[in-house]
């Protein structure tokens, strides 16, 4: 039977070492691996601006109050126009992770209260009648801003960079008025309606080490549109059935948010 050199002494506590090394290193890798894998909960604040078309349209088909429809169509075309609501949001995040490689991807839900609010107020003579003059006003409002997103992105060591989209909830506060010089006339609603929009963004994840993450965004929402029936049309007072209003707008918006999440 053949004989084999026997291994030289020296490789056995050499390769002891090795298996040591590759056995401490699995742990470290795997956990680089998935280190953005796992739930996580959050708190988020931010500004946003927007633009919302607005829409004032009077009818008097039976002419009971106004002269000619001269007037409603001017009083229409002045409540015509757009705003811009801005202010600042804020609130809690909530989602999950799954790492693959380089690849995260998962999902996150937020509410934040909203500061979004714009107005407007124009007031104009009535044609044909100079020294009478009527004043419409509107305001749009965002109470709140809530989302349920995806997410996927890609992981670097300590960063995330991802992209996101998906659902956007806010409710639409309405408040518009006529008022004018000749009854005087009067015309006030205030309404909120919910609404579902999407959303979608892009963002960066800083990894701060134990278990807590830096993240800014970018959201552009859009929520669609409302329309409210007007309130009762008063002239000197007293409620003109025959005079109808309503009112609309929509909401679309940009917001840049920062927030720090906690891994579980």
């Known amino acids: 039977m053949p004989t084999f050199p026997a291994r030289p002494s020296f490789l056995r506590p050499n390769a002891r070492l090795l298996v040591g090394l590759l056995l401490a290193a699995a742990p470290a890798a795997l956990s680089a691996q ?14 946003g601006t927007g633009k919302s078309d607005v829409a004032s349209t009077i009818s008097d088909p039976s002419l009971s109050y106004f002269p000619s429809q001269d007037l409603p169509a001017a009083v229409s075309a002045s409540g015509s126009d757009s705003v811009k609501p801005k202010g600042a949001i804020g609130g809690i995040t909530f989602g999950y992770n799954t790492q693959s490689g380089n690849t995260v991807y998962g999902f996150e839900v937020d509410a ?48 995330l ?21 000749q009854g005087p006339a009067a015309e006030s609603q205030s309404k909120s309606k919910g609404k579902v929009g999407w959303t979608l963004g892009a963002g960066y994840e800083l990894d701060m080490q134990n278990q807590w993450s830096f993240k800014v965004e970018v959201l552009y929402a859009d929520f669609g549109k409302v329309e409210v029936a007007g309130g009762t049309f008063t002239d000197g007072g007293t409620p003109n059935p025959n005079v109808s209003y309503t009112h609309s707008a929509n909401l679309k918006s940009e917001m840049i948010r920062f927030g720090f999440n906690y891994r579980f």
């Open 34 to 47: 998935s280190a953005w894998t796992g739930w996580y909960l959050g708190v988020n604040a931010g500004y």
């Open 112 to 159: 934040d209260a909203s500061g979004f609010k714009g107005d407007r107020s124009v007031t104009s003579p009535y044609p044909g009648y100079p020294f009478l003059s009527y004043t419409v006003a509107q305001s749009t409002k965002a109470t709140y801003l809530a989302t349920l997103r995806g997410r996927i992105g890609y992981a670097s060591g300590r960063n």
């Open 161 to 181: 960079w991802f992209g996101t989209a998906g659902l956007a909830m806010t409710s639409l506060k309405l408040e518009d008025s006529f008022s004018d010089t």
